[in-house]
């Protein structure tokens, strides 16, 4: 960036230490360029003057602006505790403005009879307009000040923030910030060549800044929207394909040539169950990857209960069958206990050795993985984090697989690429389905197979909302369901705050079950994160021989665990959970060949997006469409986990879910541009580099950074 972007914000006239310092904390901004990087969310049209009678619920979060006279004014109670409150009125009605806070400023500048712009965000309030804090200004300054846009942007802001830096004051400020980048043309020089920017219809770089901050019209502001939005995804799509280009450069990669014993006694005689299809072409497309002579890097999507597990573990003994070790990683102790106990089972006279490796694996166990493992000995390692400690070291590593990948951090995934010499093929599993925008973009240097069929005779899960006074009903269900011989799930939600509350919720359940469903007619097992892993293996596996009813559980079965005469799954406050949470807690029932039920919990009082998001549960089972629900619904910063893993993932202006055409032909223009110059390194694409460099942080599986 050129000096101008780089002058901090504090000399900005209007800032000062203070304000300053609350920019950089609230949202980031320290230097001119920060603050011109912040694009409007949302624009007002200053040039609209509503009429009061027009206002209504439907504008209550929306910013309006009123011309009105001051019909009364008084100030209400002593002190710190005092507010202003001002009765306005215009032809069509009365409204009222409060003040909270610089009461007896304000009120000295209010007079009454005068007639004033009033400009602020309406609430209802019985039956009457009522604006808090709104913008107030005498009439004729109003109407003789000159702006720049009719159009006014609203800049995202938080709670102190706003405190300190009004709507109209952030939108001054930005302006001022804009008039010292005017008279500097070297500030955002021009990154797309003339022939690039004729090609898609751009306009340029200093255009798009200033028709995003002050709109000529709303046909610029159009341009300069899809503009910037140009430019960040090629920034995003730099970085991806560089990457994967470096990587298809770099060639190597084992060949798994043979089908051998162990694959082939599997499939003919241990199989305990024909493939479906897409298992089948997965399969194939995996055994494809491993005999090009390039490294595998294979994404495998497929919804909860697809049958991921068998494909793992075939493409496994692809390995061993080709002299080569391989591993699998599951983000669980439960998840990893369950792999080992099918897996080793399935390998038992094929001549393959399995063995599994967790943090609370004891010393007799540790010693067999790690001795096994480093002497050749062991073919398959199954376990968690555990794997990647320093002291696990194979013997020829050639295959890695990863379950529900995005419970892992990058550096975790990373770690275990290096667990040999040549980078192993790997294998990333998740069945939390992705947009294609999304994969196209968390996962731009990625293959991707998807399992969309469920083994056969699963019928679909009927899924339902209860409120909470309906609780009685949804007892003698369970009742009904256990007295059949069927087991239920009842899961409360965690939240990361406050862990006591969490686990207070899910005692006192726990105790009001007990109470519902007595011993000794029923029995409950409790399952739940603080649990020591014993105990919680001992919950997990009573409730897997069936000899508890009930599980009660926290969100840590939401992975993976299989309990085929499991058929109901209660989510309790389950407005409390995600889009995608919720469909991977009611994968966990529907696995056996009987109905199975979905009861999501919730109190009386809704959120639209809680609402909308148990209507979408109710009406479908497929997770790539609520996957796609849940990225409208949420923006993709939160979804898929990136939030939990605390992976930054930010776009400014982008949208995932609705800019895959933009995704497609920036992908498209990268490419171009990378198959000459892989590094950015020539004078003309140095502009472009920088756009590249400020997506180098994203978080999508990499492979390259290990090196
Ligand atoms: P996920 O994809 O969620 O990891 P799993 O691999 O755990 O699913 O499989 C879910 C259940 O379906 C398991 O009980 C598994 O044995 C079973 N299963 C997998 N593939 C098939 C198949 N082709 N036919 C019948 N059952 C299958
Ligand atoms: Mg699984």
Not at 555 to 560: K, L, Q, R, W
Not at 635 to 653: C, K, N, Y
Request: charged share 25%.
């Amino acid at each position: 960036m050129t000096g101008v972007l780089n002058r901090e914000v504090k000399y900005l006239s209007g800032v000062g230490e203070a304000r300053a310092r609350l920019l950089e904390r609230e949202v980031g901004v320290r230097t001119i360029g920060d603050l011109l990087s912040r694009y409007p969310y949302r624009y007002i049209d200053r040039s609209r003057v509503f009429a009061i009678s027009d206002i209504d619920e439907t504008l209550e979060s929306t910013y309006v602006q009123i011309r009105c006279r001051v019909v009364g004014k008084s100030i209400i109670g002593e002190g710190a505790k005092s507010r202003f409150t001002v009765e306005v009125c215009d032809p069509t009605g009365v409204a009222e403005l409060t003040w909270f806070r610089g009461v007896k400023w304000i009120e000295k500048r209010v007079e009454l009879q005068r007639e004033y712009m009033v400009f602020g965000r309406p609430q209802m309030f019985k039956g009457r307009v009522s604006i808090v804090h709104p913008e107030i200004e005498p009439i004729e300054v109003a109407l003789s000040r000159k702006v720049e846009s009719s159009f006014q942007g609203i800049y995202s802001t938080t709670e102190s923030l706003s405190q300190a830096i009004s709507v109209k004051m952030m939108h001054t400020l930005v302006y001022n910030a804009w008039q010292l980048v005017a008279s500097d043309s070297s500030a955002f020089e021009e990154p797309l060549s003339e022939d690039m920017r004729r090609r898609h219809g751009l306009i340029t770089l200093r255009e798009a800044i200033y028709n995003i901050h002050f709109p000529q019209s709303a046909e610029r502001l159009k341009q300069a929207q899809y503009r910037l939005k140009f430019d960040e995804l090629l920034g995003v799509q730099l970085t991806i394909q560089a990457r994967r280009t470096s990587r298809h450069q770099r060639g190597g990669g084992f060949r798994f040539l043979r089908v051998g014993e162990a694959f082939n006694t599997f499939y003919r005689e241990k199989l305990p169950f024909a493939l479906t299809g897409a298992q089948q072409r997965v399969i194939k497309e995996i055994r494809a990857d491993m005999i090009s002579g390039r490294q595998m890097n294979r994404l495998l999507q497929g919804d909860v209960g697809s049958g991921k597990t068998m494909v793992a573990f075939m493409s496994m003994l692809l390995a061993s069958d080709n002299g080569y070790q391989a591993c699998i990683m599951a983000p669980t102790e439960i998840l990893a206990r369950q792999h080992y106990a099918n897996m080793a089972r399935m390998a038992e006279g094929i001549g393959v050795t399995v063995a599994i490796l967790t943090g609370s694996s004891k010393a007799k166990e540790r010693r067999v993985a790690l001795e096994g493992i480093a002497s050749g000995k062991v073919d398959i390692l199954i376990g968690t984090h555990a794997l990647i400690e320093d002291r696990v070291k194979f013997s020829n590593l050639g295959y890695v697989v990863i379950d529900e990948q995005h419970r892992f951090g990058v550096e975790q995934r990373a770690k275990l690429w290096t667990k040999n010499l040549e980078p192993p093929h790997i294998l990333v599993m998740t069945a939390t389905p992705i947009p294609r925008t999304l994969a196209m973009t968390l996962y731009g240097d990625l293959e991707v197979s998807v399992i969309d069929e469920l083994p056969p005779g699963r019928k679909p899960i009927r899924t339902y909302h209860y409120y909470d006074s309906s609780r009685l009903r949804m007892i003698g269900f369970l009742r009904e369901q256990i007295a059949l011989g069927r087991q239920v799930y009842v899961v409360y939600p965690l939240i990361k705050e406050s862990e006591k509350m969490d686990y207070k919720d899910l005692y006192d359940g726990f105790e009001s079950m007990s109470r519902d469903f007595p011993l000794p007619k029923y029995r409950i097992a409790v399952c739940h994160g603080k649990m020591k892993p014993e105990d919680k293996d001992a919950a997990m596996e009573q409730f897997k021989r069936g000899q508890a009813d009930i599980l009660i559980a926290t969100s840590v079965i939401e992975v993976g665990v299989d309990v085929p005469n499991a058929t109901v799954m209660v989510i309790e406050s389950s407005e409390r959970f995600g889009l995608s949470q919720l469909h991977q807690l009611r994968g966990r029932v529907g696995r056996g060949g009987e109905q199975s039920y979905c009861i999501l919990m919730t109190g009386d009082k809704l959120s639209k997006e809680g609402r909308a998001r148990l209507e979408a549960m109710c009406s479908t089972n497929d997770g790539f469409k609520l996957s796609e629900l849940d990225l409208r619904l949420r923006g993709a910063g939160d979804i898929h986990g990136t939030q939990q893993s605390g992976e930054a993932f930010e776009l400014s202006i982008a949208n995932l879910a609705t800019d895959s055409q933009i995704m497609e032909v920036t992908r498209e223009e990268a490419l171009a541009i990378l198959d000459k110059d892989v590094n950015l390194e020539r004078v003309e694409n140095q502009l472009l580099r920088r756009l590249r460099d400020r997506y180098r942080r994203m978080d999508y599986i990499d492979f390259s950074d290990i090196s």
